[in-house]
């Protein structure tokens, strides 16, 4: 591991040395990225607000046509049949070259995507070199191999009643991927995000529909995509960048019949529309779509007493992390009603009118956070406590807590408003807190605070989350997705609209391929990965067995 | 593993003693089991014809209600929810019991059977001994264990800026699950088939509707279910058995909030109806639908000169296999317009001239048999081949082969005649054979027969053939779905509605199951299969790499 993580440097360096004024005084053009050619056609376009002060941001960006929709994805399916799936190496060259792209392009990259979002530089800066590091690390996933679940099951030729024939599988890519960003990871599930290098990973071409709320920052990092791809002579049909906000073109993409899976991130009414368009397909494709929740968090008793001032701190850091604008936000706390429950309420109150109003990543998304605070503050038996402090900026926005019992949680509450909202919950018994919990849908994550001898009877109350939520936390807080091999970002519907598959870390690369099994293929018609000597020293399941040896075929 | 095998053999022993007359002069009732109960309740109901003579077998069966599909699921989520997952050796010896149940009872299940779909003995004997067989095998995985791929994060609490917590993920269960089962294969696809175990073994309860075709022989293997869970006091709301044939009772399955999952096999009609079902709830779920193919089989010019008559052999034997109802048959023979493939057509034909004719499993596969039969015969340049033989049973239909020229392919022909059809298309050159493969969509299985010198120019063939099967063949045939680790019966759409997942075979196991990661979570409240000494002895992947030591905790 080592040694290939030094050659990886080695190839960076090389590749640094060619670009070191790649988008250097690049100005931003608003076009689309289709076949490795910037295309300015058609009359119709959007323009980008500073969520700041309202100023429009750059140029006009032209919005995609069907037409355009249709050949960025004819010329990747071209692309994908005719080389189809890229060596290995190649891959992995890609996916390193793309990571030192973006490190060398920092500057500009983060100029932009800070003018767009209005994040600041900390929350930008970490989001971006997360990135370059999971990509890195995806092609670390490549050269190792065993990702594609290699599978030989050797002939049985002398079995009875019937021989058993040679049998052996692995994972191939599923053909062209549509990749939807999101709004609030410019960078990480976005442009050239998990989606899109997992897909390219995988061996999918992809075409990008870029989010309209950070348009300049996406076309610089399809900008990087196209200069990388060029530096290693590889098929620009790979990847393709449409801008557009019209509803009725993204559809295309989606229903378009060479598009063979897609990556959607955003909130449950998009994804549930993205879902619906997919099944109604004459061939329904896979959607990946991951679509945020509640994420519930419940602080039991003794913890309430034992923690309760860590707990208001940390619950107050990760509830404004990013201006609330977190997938995994905790947007319902559950506090007991008893007298600790009653101090860490009051702590948390007081807390709370201190803390600062953030800029919102767009005038869209404040307006729908103000309109879902607006609904939640007049249901009745709701208390309602905004944060004390002005806002200024143009898509600023009141944080806001509703306190409410846990008894009177409804459908409403327990959906999420994106942004710096969240429901206190008072509980009274454990049949109270659960018969709550049984109210809420598929979650992205749930928490539990308690202390060791708060454990002796939530075994239910630990069923009931679990069976709701990709990733249940304890003593923790939800936001902060590891990308890491055991990290499940996704859950039951609407977390995710397929609970098997995470959005986020090693395990999102499970997505865009598919078993293919290949039954008596002699050695050298077989990939690599499944030939007899395992030339590529891959972990393999040999018949049932996890090994790393060579496997011998009986004599016909 | 030889010690574990000897182990539940032992236990097999043990409980074939208990119940030697298990089903012994059992009479058919034709009711539903719900929670342990066979329930007599409702109007109406069908009846079972026999398919030799049209003869009704055995009693009326009453249809299931809507109130019972509803009370079933709801008993089963509660089951579910309440005791959640039984141990790992509890299911195990769920699944040792219930094969040595269907050990014990093999004379009456092969009568019923027998008598329902008109299989011979050998093909319902094979099948049915083939299904002991895979119930064991995923006993003896649910206690090697590792296919619940374990992961393990360790923490970074030094790791800056931010500290990595604990994480780990493993497969967990769904929810209830429902399965629909297949007409051709009453054991395999069926009550107590792959579906049905793969659930239960992991730890979903299952609420079958039974093929109307076969419903004496499903009432039989549900009373087998229910006397093991008996015997072993189980909860019997983990199993129940509703036989139907109203469209909209069925329905309810599939929309039911409480159910999670659903497995099909069948025809592609039926499993796109379930598709749309599924996803127009409101909470969508994964429909895990195998839907057949036409299965082509490539003849290459240098195959056809040197095993000419080899694959003439081979050809029909894996047509008329279960009287050419297999999801797997051999639905499109291509073969090259050449010396060699004329031969190899004459002999094909006066071959099939003397075949048998087989009885299909009912009157209304029969019925639709001959209208898609009748509906290609008539198509312009397409000349037919009947088998000669007479047909005496009121289900037997004739076998029939469509010879026509690739470049006339139709959507018609490409699409699957359920029995023993096939077209035979042949072809001129590589772009006319290509051209035709390219409409295609997606298949079960996609086979090849070549020579080593035909190998040289068919790259773009075997990438086409590939990029639309779940299994590509090489010189042998489609039919015969080893249950192994490799094997992946599904494939593109509408091969199967998922193309990730396979609906036999060992990886049938991650159907009904999704990653739940947990953070931070002490080692106590851990699953076994999570904990840091490793105490069932998993491969794990311990970050990143696979591994079967423990793992330590850093000091906090």
């Not at 976005?190 to 899109?196: A, F, L, M, N, P």
């Not at 018969?435 to 308690?450: D, F, I, P, Y």
């Not at 996704?490 to 078993?515: D, E, N, Q």
């Amino acid at each position: 591991m080592a040694a290939k993580r030094k050659q990886s440097k080695e190839r960076d360096v090389r590749y640094m040395d060619i670009q070191p004024t790649l988008l250097k005084d690049y100005s931003i053009q608003g076009k689309h990225l289709i076949d490795g050619t910037w295309c300015g056609e058609g009359e119709s376009y959007f323009e980008v607000l500073s969520p700041v002060n309202h100023d429009v941001l750059g140029p006009r960006f032209l919005e995609a046509s069907g037409e355009q929709v249709s050949r960025a994805v004819e010329l990747a399916h071209d692309c994908f049949l005719q080389g189809e799936e890229l060596s290995i190496d190649r891959r992995a060259q890609l996916l390193d070259a793309l990571a030192s792209a973006l490190e060398v392009c920092q500057e500009p990259l983060l100029a932009c995507c800070m003018a767009e979002t209005a994040y600041p530089l900390p929350r930008a800066k970490g989001e971006l070199i997360r990135t370059i590091h999971q990509t890195r690390e995806f092609a670390e996933l490549l050269r190792e191999g065993s990702w594609v679940d290699a599978r030989l099951d050797t002939a049985l030729p002398e079995r009875r009643p019937l021989a058993r024939p040679d049998l052996r599988s692995m994972l191939r890519p599923l053909g062209v991927v549509g990749v939807i960003g999101a709004s609030n990871f410019p960078f990480a599930i976005s442009v050239v995000g998990t989606d899109t290098v997992t897909a390219l990973a995988s061996g999918c071409p992809v075409v990008v529909k870029g989010h309209p709320g950070h348009p300049g920052t996406c076309e610089m990092l399809a900008e990087i995509v196209r200069e990388t791809l060029h530096q290693l002579d590889l098929p620009q049909a790979l990847f393709s960048l449409l801008q557009l906000m019209n509803y009725e073109v993204g559809k295309l993409l989606v229903s378009h019949p060479r598009v063979r899976a897609i990556a959607f991130t955003g909130g449950e009414e998009g994804g549930r529309a993205i879902c619906r368009i997919a099944a109604q397909r004459d061939e329904p494709i896979p959607v990946f779509a991951e679509m945020g929740s509640v994420n519930p968090v419940v602080v039991l008793p003794k913890a309430a007493e034992r923690n309760g001032s860590r707990i208001v701190e940390g619950f107050l850091q990760s509830f404004l992390l990013g201006g609330g604008q977190f997938c995994t936000n905790p947007g319902l706390l559950f506090i007991p009603e008893t007298k600790a429950g009653d101090e860490l309420l009051l702590s948390l109150q007081s807390r709370f009118a201190g803390v600062e109003s953030p800029t919102l990543l767009n005038h869209r998304i404040a307006a729908d956070y103000r309109e879902g605070v607006a609904a939640r503050e007049c249901l009745p038996n709701v208390d309602t406590l905004r944060s004390g402090v002005e806002v200024s900026s143009s898509s600023g926005v009141l944080p806001m807590l509703c306190v409410v019992a846990a008894s009177d949680l409804t459908p409403t509450l327990l959906t999420e408003v994106f942004g710096p909202f969240s429901v206190v919950a008072r509980w009274r018994d454990m049949e109270d807190l659960i018969s709550a919990v049984r109210k809420l849908s598929g979650q992205l994550t749930a928490t539990v605070h308690c202390s060791s001898d708060d454990t002796a009877d939530c075994d239910e109350l630990t069923r009931e989350l679990q069976w709701r939520a990709g990733r249940f936390v304890m003593n923790g807080y939800p936001t902060g997705v590891e990308p890491s091999y055991a990290m499940h970002h996704g859950g039951p519907f609407p977390a995710a609209s397929l609970p098997h598959f995470t959005s986020i870390g090693m395990g999102a690369m499970k997505r865009f391929v598919r078993p293919l099994c290949y039954q008596d293929v002699p050695d050298e018609l077989l990939p690599r990965e499944l030939q007899d000597s395992n030339p590529l020293g891959l972990m393999r399941l040999v018949d049932g067995r996890y090994s790393r040896e060579g496997v011998t075929r009986p004599l016909n």
